[in-house]
């Protein structure tokens, strides 16, 4: 079974960047999403992306994050500029099953295995 493990959270001024990676302990060409959550909300997706490279945006991240991929190198990434306060939460990876039911690229309950997350501070 692939595991994935996220990196490059930290803290950042509002206006700032921080890139998000998530590394595969295989190779996978399966959809992968990045989703992120606060205490006491429901995970909320962010950004998708399909083994062919087409990529979903959330509207409240749209034209600010990019989501890509690297099969050759097992990674997955998350660019994140223009930070804003809202976008704080802890940020998780996660890809798809094969055979699994598609609930679409933002429901969690499309994916199968998670990365343990990485927590992104947004704050002056």
């Known amino acids: 079974q692939v595991q ?11 206006g700032g960047s921080l890139r ?14 990045w989703f992120r959550q606060v205490p006491g909300k429901q995970r909320e997706g962010v950004a998708s992306i ?6 979903d945006y959330a509207d409240s991240v749209k034209g600010r994050f990019t989501i890509s991929r690297d099969n050759a190198k097992f990674t997955f990434y998350l660019q994140m500029n ?3 306060a809202e976008d704080t939460a802890m ?5 798809t099953e094969t055979g699994a039911t598609w609930y679409g690229p933002f429901n969690p309950n499309s994916y199968r295995t998670w990365g343990q997350g ?6 002056s």
């Open 118 to 123: 990485t927590q992104v501070t947004v704050s």
């Open 50 to 55: 399909s083994g062919a490279g087409v990529a």
């Open 82 to 84: 223009n930070l804003k």
């Open 20 to 33: 998000l990676s998530c590394v595969a302990s295989g190779f996978t060409y399966r959809r992968m999403g």
């Open 91 to 95: 940020y998780f990876c996660a890809i």
């Open 4 to 14: 994935l493990v996220e990196s490059g959270g930290g803290s950042m001024q509002p």
